[in-house]
């Protein structure tokens, strides 16, 4: 079943969905065990999608602007648990 929370109108047709900091940061702490390289990557990519330092829950597929909730706690506290793995 696809959901279709905050979708944007748009060819979906190779995107599995909205890219959310909080999974994101979940797949670079297991590469934080794995493969240091890839999650700073993720780490790298979470940070330029922060507005005015901000983390919001999701992305906009097409061009990676806020969707819901900015800033939300939980992509903040992700992130730093990510930071803290990779020191």
Same mark, same amino acid.
């Given at each position: 079943m696809r959901t279709t929370f905050y979708q #944007?109108? *748009?060819d979906? %047709?190779?995107i599995p969905g909205n890219p959310w900091i909080i999974t994101t940061m979940w797949l670079a702490q297991y590469y934080a065990k794995k493969n240091k390289d890839r999650a700073i990557q /993720?780490?790298?990519w979470a940070r %330029?999608?922060?507005v005015? *330092?901000?983390l919001p829950e999701q992305l906009n597929p097409f061009d990676g602007s806020p969707l819901s909730v900015?800033?939300?706690l939980w992509s903040h506290a992700e992130y730093l648990k990510t930071y803290?793995? /990779? #020191?």
């Open positions: #944007k109108i *748009g979906y %047709k190779d /993720l780490l790298d %330029k999608h922060a005015s *330092g901000l900015t800033p939300l803290i793995m /990779l #020191k």
